[in-house]
């Protein structure tokens, strides 16, 4: 069974810094990754698809890279701002159905 | 209305009350999904719909019972819940159901009294 583990829980970083959230899986058969952000009480917006063949995925300032053979993936986020603040969830998609992690929750203080 | 829109946005419910939500996509997507937020717990999907046919079905309790009458809308049925079935609702939908991004709406936060 698939797990999904996203590391840190919560982070918090003056403005500026780069983040880098983590998010590991134990069953590397799968079709592909999103990163998804929340903000609470909402729903998700999805920032990056990589699929299975692909090693990294960019949008902006958002960097994503997937290393399937060690079932991990890493967003990174460059010079963050407040409007940053919120929950980062990882999942991994086989067969159409995803598994979520748990999200790490993102301050940027200004 | 764009992408994907849920309703109601928020619903208090006795738990011998008998409820809908509803979902409808704009994208011209082929799949759609239902997933359950509970607090401290992750995402967890609920149902899959391709082309209007369930091809999942997570182990989710009869009291929730999904509807998909064709391939823009997606209902979910609510009867007899309990108190731990309070949580947020989400429905999403992607293009091909398997691939794809899924894009999602914003969710109807559900509490049973």
């Known amino acids: 069974k698939q797990e999904v583990t996203q590391i840190p829980a919560a982070l918090s970083v003056p403005e500026g810094e780069n983040l880098v959230l983590n998010c590991s899986f134990t069953?590397?058969?799968?079709?592909?990754l999103q990163w998804f952000r929340q903000d609470p009480g909402k729903g998700l917006t999805s920032l990056l698809l990589i699929q299975s063949s692909q090693r990294e995925q960019t949008s902006g300032r958002l960097n994503a890279s997937l290393d399937k053979s060690s079932g991990r993936s890493t967003l990174y986020i460059a010079a963050s701002q407040p409007g940053d603040s919120a929950t980062y969830l990882c999942a991994v998609g086989s067969w159409g159905k995803l598994q979520f992690g748990a999200g790490t929750q993102v301050v940027v203080t200004p | 209305e764009t992408g994907v829109t849920q309703t109601p946005r928020h619903l208090v419910m006795g738990m011998t009350n008998k409820k809908s939500l509803k979902c409808e996509q704009h994208?011209?997507?082929?799949?759609m999904y239902w997933y359950k937020q509970s607090a401290k717990k992750p995402l967890e999907l609920m149902f899959v719909y391709n082309f209007k046919e369930q091809t999942e079905n997570n182990s989710v309790p009869s009291r929730f019972s999904p509807e998909c009458p064709n391939s823009s809308h997606l209902f979910l049925h609510l009867h007899t819940l309990q108190p731990e079935d309070s949580a947020l609702y989400l429905c999403?939908?992607?293009?091909?159901?398997?691939?794809?991004?899924?894009?999602f709406g914003p969710g109807t936060r559900l509490t049973v009294l």
């Open positions: 994208l011209g997507h082929n799949a």
């Open positions: 999403a939908s992607s293009q091909d159901g398997v691939t794809d991004t899924q894009y």
């Open positions: 069953d590397s058969a799968i079709y592909n």
